[in-house]
């Protein structure tokens, strides 16, 4: 059985959890903290970042993007339409949500790594401008929430409970619609709420 190395908190290795139970595809799910740097996890990904999926025949798949896609041609399209259109808004879904969980563990490394004098607020403000920007796109114009959903709401859905984990109280405000949202992937698809970061 495929192994996938992760961490709960990650929005990254949500992404991929909710993707594989989705999609009907059993892993064996191992937490490992990053910040040991354990040899299980360097051993598959010299980054030492996590999701990383190790298939029965030892390759090792990293990045979530490249792990959904993999998930994807395994389940022989259960993550992603057919159609190119369809496809490529799915795809740029994930990439906006994944982009946002960027800025946001950027914010969190800055303030857990740096001495709270060295901590730098400008860099901060940038970060959250961009999360802002995309959440505010995406509160204007939240995706469908059809029977078959794709890799782009699992992102964003795991992006929304990233932020609620780490910034709640804060990226909320104004926002309804996404709430009401993510309140709803969750009443459709309960099964995947146990992976949603925590």
Not at 10 to 27: C, D, E, N, T
Not at 57 to 85: E, V
Not at 118 to 137: E, G, H, N
């Amino acid at each position: 059985m495929p192994k996938l190395l992760y961490a709960s908190a990650s929005p990254y290795s949500s992404k991929v959890r909710m993707a594989a139970a989705y999609a009907g595809i059993a892993l064996e799910e191992v937490p490992v903290r990053t910040e040991d740097r354990p040899a299980e996890l360097i051993g598959a990904n010299p980054l030492g970042k996590i999701p990383v999926l190790v298939l029965d025949d030892g390759r090792s798949i990293h990045d979530s993007r490249a792990i959904t896609q993999h998930l994807n041609r395994i389940s022989k399209n259960a993550l992603f339409p057919r159609n190119p259109d369809k496809r490529l808004e799915a795809e740029v879904l994930e990439a906006l949500a994944d982009g946002v969980c960027d800025c946001a563990l950027s914010m969190v490394y800055e303030r857990r790594t740096r001495p709270e004098e060295m901590v730098y607020q400008p860099w901060l403000d940038r970060q959250w401008a961009k999360i802002t920007a995309a959440l505010d796109l995406l509160n204007a114009n939240p995706p469908k929430l059809p029977k078959k959903i794709t890799a782009g709401q699992l992102a964003l859905r795991a992006c929304l409970g990233y932020l609620s984990l780490r910034f709640g109280g804060q990226w909320e405000k104004g926002r309804s619609r996404l709430i009401r949202w993510a309140a709803r992937f969750d009443e459709k698809f309960p099964e995947l709420k146990s992976v949603v970061p925590a």
